[in-house]
């Protein structure tokens, strides 16, 4: 397990302090705002690859570093740090980031989208309940929390979300039960695609041996398409 990290290249006040994250910049100069949420591996080589990927196809993309400068490749080391990092801190965290984009001379849109893997899926989910008409567009990616999500009373993000048929993290009866939640508490309707993939088939570190580039590319399509859309 790393304790620094090298991607860490802009700092912004959350509640719990100072956090951290990787902002990268459209060629252009400016672009809707997007928050980029990590894996359970923390702010990797890869979720700093997909923020510059973000960025290349024109948006100011920021992925917070939720663990504080930690990563590693070991899943039990993974689940271990994931098990102790409090929903609430990496909530007011995640407050910060969208506030840090807001203010951002390079940020054109009202709202800023969010975009999440795995744990970042769940907190995807968190967040656009948390801050309401302040997130544009939410799309968690085989979104998991360690704990039972909160009311999405407040949701009122349009929200696209991408899983794989054979995740067991994110089966397709606990997406489904997910989707029918989200509608009867906040009137808003998932557009929810299902892969014939395993759970992480975006991640082309393929830790989990579940990497699947055909159906990985459908996803990032379809997600760029939809944060285009809706966010101004």
């Given at each position: 397990m790393s304790d620094?990290?090298?991607h860490?290249?802009?700092t912004f006040p959350s509640t719990s302090g100072t956090a951290h994250g990787y902002l990268a910049v459209p060629e252009s100069g400016s672009?809707?705002?997007l928050i980029v949420i990590q894996e359970w591996w923390g702010l990797t080589d890869h979720i700093a690859d997909v923020t510059n990927r973000?960025?290349?196809?024109?948006?100011v993309a920021l992925a917070p570093d939720l663990?504080?400068?930690k990563t590693t490749h070991d899943a039990d080391e993974a689940g271990k740090l994931m098990g102790e990092l409090p929903v609430d801190q990496a909530a007011t965290d995640l407050v910060g980031a969208v506030d840090f984009l807001l203010a951002h001379d390079a940020v054109t849109s009202s709202t800023v989208g969010a975009v999440g893997f795995c744990m970042g899926g769940g907190f995807v989910l968190v967040l656009a309940a948390q801050q309401g008409d302040r997130i544009g567009a939410a799309v968690p990616f085989y979104g998991v929390l360690k704990e039972e999500f909160p009311s999405f009373a407040n949701l009122t993000a349009p929200l696209q979300g991408h899983f794989g048929e054979t995740?067991?993290?994110?089966?397709p009866a606990s997406v489904a039960a997910l989707a029918e939640?989200?509608?009867s508490e906040s009137g808003v309707t998932p557009q929810f695609f299902t892969y014939p993939a395993g759970h992480a088939f975006f991640n082309d570190e393929n830790h989990m041996g579940t990497y699947d580039k055909a159906q990985g590319e459908i996803a990032w399509n379809r997600t760029l398409e939809f944060l285009r859309a809706n966010l101004r």
């Open positions: 620094t990290n090298p860490q290249n802009v672009g809707p705002g973000f960025a290349a196809e024109g948006f663990y504080g400068g995740d067991q993290m994110a089966d939640r989200i509608e």
